[in-house]
């Protein structure tokens, strides 16, 4: 890990909490409909699909995801881990229990964000959110099994919860030999932990409901 001054130290410092005071913001933004205070979070270039670019876009999106699948939603976050790329970008991922009320349904859902954060003029944002779902299902009825993601009046279908980190597969695709231990690799450099996990996985392709 490179050497830091104690002023670049405190700006990191500075720096993770207000990464994490925007995972927090999007949440409550986001459960409470306020369009205009969530689409501020972001980068103002964003992108939203392969071909708009802009908050507006991104506003119109939200809008109509929220306003024609969901009347309510709570996002629960859980562990915040963030690695700084340099002094203005950041990645980090996020945990988030969250609950829906979608219809006559009421959809439990365990998920993870794979984030992208970049700071402008003095402010961060989101620069990119990956949302990495396990699973969605009504309350009642425990997703055992395959094809986890289990929306009402759809098709089940699997998420991409494990699909940004090599070592799901792995650990399933073989077991160590009983007559032998197990081979330890090198622990990671401390800034380069998710990016150590992740190795050089694709991004998954998306699929948000």
């Known amino acids: ?83 700084f790329v340099d002094a203005d970008h950041a990645i980090g991922v996020v945990y988030s229990k969250n609950e829906h009320e979608t219809g006559p349904e009421w959809v439990i859902m365990q998920m993870l964000y794979w984030d992208d954060y970049e700071r402008i003029d003095g402010q961060w944002y989101f620069r990119r959110r990956l949302p990495c779902y396990w699973y969605a299902t009504d309350l009642n009825k425990p997703p055992i099994g395959d094809m986890k993601m289990r929306w009402p009046g759809r098709e089940p279908y699997e998420g991409t919860f494990h699909g940004l980190f090599p070592s799901w597969q792995q650990f399933w695709s073989r077991r160590p030999a009983a007559d032998q231990l197990p081979e330890v690799a090198a622990p990671a450099p401390v800034d380069r932990f998710l990016q150590t996990m992740r190795g050089d996985t694709p991004a998954p392709k998306i699929r948000v409901r």
């Open 1 to 83: 890990m490179t050497e830091l001054t104690l002023e670049q130290r405190i700006d990191r410092l500075e720096s993770t909490e207000a990464i994490r005071q925007l995972a927090g913001k999007y949440s409550l933004s986001l459960d409470m409909r306020d369009l205009d205070a969530h689409v501020n979070l972001f980068a103002p270039d964003i992108r939203v699909g392969r071909e708009k670019v802009g908050r507006e876009h991104l506003k119109a999106w939200v809008d109509t995801t929220l306003r024609d699948q969901f009347t309510g939603t709570s996002h629960h976050l859980g562990q915040h881990i963030i690695e």
